[in-house]
């Protein structure tokens, strides 16, 4: 049940303003047979019908007021259900960390809103329906018990068909839901992609790959809307022939020998439609909720994540070693590298060469502990943290070749929304050299998507603003220069090897006699 991530006291006062806003119906209804019965017993009471009116139009006004709380209360409910649907779903998106984003991308996009449409808004819908079901079958049972039965045993018809066409409804929903990932995938391929297909005159493919996708998704989408549509018409016209056309014709039937009033049978008319429209409609709601239940389940899977809070955590650094590390792949059991031992101290520069595939970025990953060697161990202090990302990662910052660039200000790519005084964030961005930068365009300067208003040289030192604010003691360094030309790559270098208040620890396969020696040791991994 999606509702029990509202606020309890916003449920009990929806409800509660459902039950009056389904009191509107019985009002209504109750007005009609007085009117009727008045009308048809020859009486000419002009008055009392005009005094039934009075009380109609007030009675109208108040339950008006109502609604228009009813309403806002309803969408205020859909709102904060949404937010904790999109907070849950972030945090794991986030956490897991994966690199085929395209499910996430559907999810928090096009399947939260799904969510949103036929699962929140047609449970809280059931509520008002099925409170106005109770009150419409109870105000009528008083009135005319028979009639009621007649309706009520009619119901069973539209009942049998919801059952038969729900399962259906939930296939197709499936299917589209696999179809809209893969589209929100290839669109985002196709926008990433552009540059490349200008290039190699290929703009034609790349629409072409995504536009099929788009049809595939439409026509999975047809599909689940026709059958949502056919069905919800099989239970009306059902309803209709079951619920209204044969209880008619029998309350006529006992109209003619006097066992039944006009105003009754009308109000009673009026109350069944309002009783078999409600249950009709929770139905369809029902089949609603169950073409949500692909999206569904992924959202209750972020909802029972768990999370650790994020700390920072201040630590003591005295010495890493690797000790005899060997990696073998979990896919294809392949050994990657074996027998790699290193010691690094605090502030030591250490360059680890090798020829592009030996597995320097894995390296690196065991030594965050994102990755398990195969054997051997990683130790820092003394203490093992081999494939422990919970104690190891606070040690380390990471510049890599690409690094990413939030679209947002430049303040916020080196801080990451941390708090920070403005004491310390400017004693950064100066042993980042990034003066120039922050003097020229201001903190505030929003960077344009993954950077695209900055240099590549102004990219990585924003990266490594990020590394020195988080104040580690050891830097990692993937192939950082090895896409800059040769003098920034130097600048970067010299930014980088510098600084005594960190170790660094560089991959790298191409580096210059210059930067060479700027390091204590160099490691050729290889030999």
Not at 32 to 51: F, P, Q, T, W
Not at 440 to 447: A, F
């Amino acid at each position: 049940m999606s509702l029990k991530y509202a606020q309890k006291g916003q449920v009990a006062l929806f409800t509660l303003l459902s039950i009056i806003k389904a009191c509107n119906i019985l009002f209504v209804a109750y007005i009609i047979k007085l009117m009727l019965n008045i009308a048809s017993s020859g009486s000419h009471d002009i008055v009392r019908l005009l005094r039934l009116t009075a009380i109609a139009i007030v009675g109208q006004l108040f339950f008006m007021c109502s609604n228009f709380i009813y309403e806002r209360v309803k969408m205020t409910i859909i709102r904060d259900v949404n937010m904790v649907f999109k907070r849950a779903n972030l945090r794991y998106l986030v956490d897991q960390n994966r690199t085929d984003i395209k499910h996430g991308l559907s999810l928090m996009t096009n399947d939260l809103k799904q969510i949103e449409t036929n699962r929140i808004t047609a449970q809280l819908d059931m509520i008002y329906q099925s409170l106005t079901f109770i009150g419409s079958l109870g105000f009528a049972l008083i009135n005319s018990w028979q009639m009621t039965l007649i309706f009520v045993v009619a119901m069973i018809a539209p009942a049998l068909v919801q059952i038969a066409t729900s399962r259906i409804i939930a296939k197709k929903s499936k299917i589209w839901a696999q179809t809209n990932a893969d589209y929100t995938q290839n669109v985002s391929d196709s926008l990433n992609g552009s540059q490349a297909a200008k290039l190699y005159n290929v703009r034609f493919n790349i629409i072409t790959r995504a536009i099929n996708s788009a049809q595939r998704m439409e026509n999975a989408l047809r599909s689940m809307n026709i059958t949502q549509a056919w069905a919800l018409e099989l239970i009306y016209s059902t309803a209709e022939l079951f619920c209204f056309i044969i209880p008619c014709t029998i309350g006529g039937i006992m109209m003619m020998h006097g066992k039944l009033a006009v105003g009754t049978l009308v109000m009673i008319v009026d109350l069944a439609l309002n009783f078999i429209t409600p249950v009709v409609t929770v139905f369809n709601e029902f089949n609603q909720v169950k073409s949500t239940v692909p999206m569904w389940e992924k959202t209750k899977r972020a909802l029972n994540y768990n999370i650790d809070q994020d700390r920072e955590r201040k630590v003591h650094f005295d010495d890493l070693r690797l000790e005899n590390l060997s990696y073998i792949t979990s896919s294809d059991k392949q050994e990657i590298f074996s027998g790699v031992n290193m010691d690094v101290k605090p502030g030591e520069k250490v360059l680890l060469m090798a020829p592009s595939g030996w597995g320097k970025t894995t390296l690196l990953s065991l030594m965050l502990g994102i990755k398990k060697p195969a054997s051997g161990k990683i130790l820092i202090n003394g203490q093992d943290v081999t494939g422990n990302w919970d104690e190891s990662h606070d040690y380390f910052s990471y510049v890599n070749q690409k690094p990413f660039m939030f679209d947002d200000s430049l303040r916020f790519n080196i801080t990451l929304g941390r708090k920070v005084s403005d004491e310390r964030l400017y004693e950064v961005i100066h042993e980042a050299g990034l003066d120039e930068l922050i003097r020229k365009e201001g903190l505030d300067h929003q960077i344009g998507n993954a950077g695209s208003g900055l240099s590549g040289g102004q990219i990585q030192r924003l990266e490594i603003a990020r590394a020195l604010l988080s104040e580690r003691p050891i830097l990692l360094a993937d192939e950082a220069t090895s896409a800059l030309d040769p003098t920034l790559s130097l600048a970067i270098h010299e930014t980088l090897l510098k600084n005594q208040k960190i170790a660094v620890i560089e991959v790298a396969h191409k580096i210059s006699p210059q930067e060479l020696d700027m390091f204590d040791k160099i490691i050729k991994l290889n030999k």
